[in-house]
């Protein structure tokens, strides 16, 4: 993988499947668009809580830490994942989460502190282009 211009790495990506969230067929999906856009993508796997999320992006040191929800827990557990990622150190990091995402969640969503919020449908090159346009 070659580093964007400007980087001396790629861009490193974390990206969880929060609580008991049981389908991650659409995390696989948009993590393989990262990897074909020259990211690197550290995929955790199902069920992991907010303290293994924040574990592993600060062990990793990525630039992003992205969530892929349809469980709809999303809210309550970025409301446990955003302090424990501040206290990492991580605050300055780009933040996201997708999927079945509710409108009337993406402020709440927001005000935590997850810049980009995508809901089912959005398309693979608007979650990419979100990142490279952040990430320097």
Known sequence: MSAPPGRARPIRVVLAKPGLDGHDQGAKVVARALLDAGMEVIYTGL???PEQVARIALEEDV????LSSLAGSHV???RRLAPLLAEAGLADR???IGGNLPRQDHDDLRALGFAGVFPTGSRLDDITSFIEARVR
């Open 47 to 49: 069920r992991q809580t």
């Open 63 to 66: 630039d992003v830490i992205a």
């Open 94 to 96: 780009l933040w996201i």
């Open 76 to 78: 309550a557990f970025c």
